[in-house]
C-alpha cells in the first residue's frame, strides 16, 4: 500500500493527513516534497497526522527528522498527532519522542502552536 496525504488547514496550521507506509522510495519523496512546497509557501505550522500510518522504515524516519529540521530552518514547527502503537514504539526506540512534539488530540495540537 503506497502512502496518501491529504492536505487541510486549520485555524493557520497545514494538517497533512497521512496513510499507508512512510517507505523508501515514493511514501518518503511524497513526504519530502509536500514539506517543502508547504515550507517555501510559508507555512510556518505543521501538523503531521500519523494515525492511518501502518508502518515507517528507517528511510521514513530520516524523512520525518529532514522536515522537521526543514520547518524548523524556516522559523516553523512541525508536531506530530495520533501515533499508533507500531510508530509509538519505534520512536521510543529510536529516541526521536525527545525530538518531535506529539499530540494526540488534534484541537489540543491546533492550539498549542498558539502558545
Do not use: C, P
Amino acid at each position: 500500500m503506497s502512502m496518501k496525504i491529504h492536505t487541510r488547514q486549520v485555524d493557520g496550521v497545514a494538517i497533512l493527513d497521512l496513510s499507508g507506509r512512510i517507505t523508501l522510495g515514493e511514501g518518503s519523496v511524497q513526504l519530502r516534497n509536500t514539506v517543502r512546497d508547504l515550507s517555501s509557501k510559508g507555512s510556518k505550522h505543521i501538523l503531521l497526522n500519523l494515525a492511518e500510518v501502518s508502518y515507517i522504515d528507517s528511510s521514513g524516519l530520516g524523512e520525518m527528522v529532514s522536515a522537521f529540521t526543514t520547518v524548523r530552518n524556516q522559523g516553523g514547527e512541525l508536531k506530530l498527532l495520533k501515533l499508533t502503537n507500531n510508530v509509538q514504539g519505534l520512536l521510543q526506540i529510536t529516541k526521536l519522542v525527545t525530538i518531535f512534539d506529539i499530540q494526540d488530540d488534534e484541537v489540543a495540537a491546533i492550539r498549542s502552536f498558539k502558545k
